[in-house]
């Protein structure tokens, strides 16, 4: 059993996804033995590349196939006075 | 108001079909339509007159207003009045037309315009059997145009920049410098869909006609697509109302696109090309007003911007 370098309670031993922590009793401080720190970040990086897309953004209309180089957020863009106006003269040119 | 010499014939000749010359008269004043490089119109009561463009291939040109008078094509396309025997005057050599008037869609209310309506009447188009000889559409070609007038409005302009790589990122036949791709020619097309090309006749409730057919011809019948899918792609035209219009247009038979499933694989080329187009122009009148680009020319901008990011891969047909 080791002692806290920091506020000399126990420290107590997890295993965290394969990986050995000491955990201190009292501040709750964690000691990581050489390459645990490694370990863990490498899991890290795992868990976020296993991470399921982030849900698309709502749309105002049931999803239209749109072109790769399509407006992002289709839907955000429609409203506005100004944005009419200046629509309507473009609807009705060559 | 300043008149020209050619509003001023067109406006006399209008007048002078409108009624015999021995009638009272009580007409008001002509009506300018339009007065532009490529058509000059006049209204006199049921009659409008049309100066076509100056530089207008006039074989083609004729082959091309022939198709308004044609048989087959009667509800589709408005039909023309008998042409004045004698060309006006002030026309100088531009060819003329005469048509009766039709009531346009409502320039103030496009959630109101006949998107539907428009759809089935390209459609129609598209699946009629063209006339031979004609020339191609001009799609292409108006493309092509918008792009160097921009060149020299806004002349190595940093602005210009992205559209010109979203320009030079289209295969060849959508800049008019390559024959279209077999399979996506020889059908008949209007080469210049807008809103501003559709009017009821007799106005002001009879069907939706559509009108102008100076740059029609031969070629890919998704070039009449195209305006409408650059709109609803740059995130102007919400996806209700294009799926209003994408859903008439293949329920009505029309070939450009496939009956079901995703249609950009059809639609993708000729939708880059008129967004340029749009931001081409955009660019240019901009330039020529002294002013920024307005929010919604900015928008078919920031298109551009994107087209020219594009992974390759990302990309239906690759630059020819």
Redesign the interface.
């Known amino acids: 059993m080791i002692q806290c370098p920091k506020c000399h309670a126990q420290m107590h031993t997890y295993n965290r996804n394969g990986v050995q922590i000491e955990q201190c009793s009292g501040c709750r401080g964690i000691f990581l033995d050489y390459g645990e720190l490694e370990s863990l970040t490498r899991l890290e990086s795992q868990w976020a590349q296993q991470a399921p897309p982030a849900p698309p953004a709502p749309q105002a209309y049931p999803a239209a196939p749109a072109p790769a180089w399509g407006a992002p957020h289709q839907g955000g863009h429609y409203g506005g006075h100004h944005r009419q106006k200046s629509f309507g003269r473009m609807l009705f040119s060559s | 108001m300043t008149t020209t010499p050619v509003v001023r014939a067109l406006g006399d000749l209008a007048h002078g079909s409108a009624h015999p010359a021995t009638t009272a008269c009580s007409c008001p004043p002509p009506q300018v339509l339009a007065d532009r490089n490529?058509g000059t119109v006049v209204r006199s009561g049921p009659v409008v007159a049309k100066a076509h463009a100056a530089d207008s291939d006039t074989r083609a040109l004729m082959a091309r207003l022939s198709l308004a008078a044609s048989p087959p094509l009667a509800g589709i396309l408005l039909p023309p009045l008998p042409a004045p025997d004698v060309p006006p005057a002030g026309a100088g050599d531009r060819t003329v037309s005469l048509w009766p008037y039709g009531r346009p869609?409502d320039?103030?209310d496009?959630d109101a315009?006949p998107w539907e309506e428009a759809a089935v009447l390209l459609a129609r188009l598209h699946r009629t059997p063209p006339p031979r000889p004609l020339p191609p559409m001009r799609g292409p070609v108006?493309a092509a145009r918008a792009v160097a007038r921009m060149c020299r409005a806004v002349p190595g302009g940093p602005c210009t920049a992205p559209v010109l790589a979203a320009w030079r990122g289209l295969p060849g036949w959508a800049r008019a410098e390559n024959p279209v791709p077999p399979h996506r020619d020889g059908y008949l097309c209007h080469g210049?869909l807008?809103?501003?090309q559709l009017v009821r006749h007799p106005a002001p409730q009879g069907p939706w006609l559509l009108i102008d057919m100076d740059d029609a011809g031969l070629g890919d019948p998704a070039w009449d697509l195209a305006r409408p899918a650059a709109?609803?792609?740059?995130?102007?035209l919400?996806?209700?109302i294009?799926?209003r219009f994408?859903d008439a247009y293949r329920a009505a038979g029309g070939p450009a696109v496939r009956a079901d499933?995703?249609?950009?694989p059809e639609?993708?080329v000729v939708?880059?090309a008129l967004t340029v187009q749009?931001a081409a122009?955009a660019l240019a009148k901009s330039a020529a007003e002294e002013r920024s680009p307005?929010?919604?020319?900015q928008?078919?901008i920031?298109?551009c911007v994107?087209?020219a990011s594009?992974p390759p891969e990302?990309?239906s047909e690759p630059p020819s």
Do not use: C, F, N, Q
């Open positions: 490529d869609v320039p103030s496009p315009a108006k210049d807008h809103l501003g709109w609803y792609a740059a995130g102007l919400p996806p209700g294009w799926l994408l499933g995703d249609p950009w639609l993708d939708a880059r749009t122009l307005d929010e919604v020319e928008l078919m920031d298109a994107r087209i594009l990302l990309v």
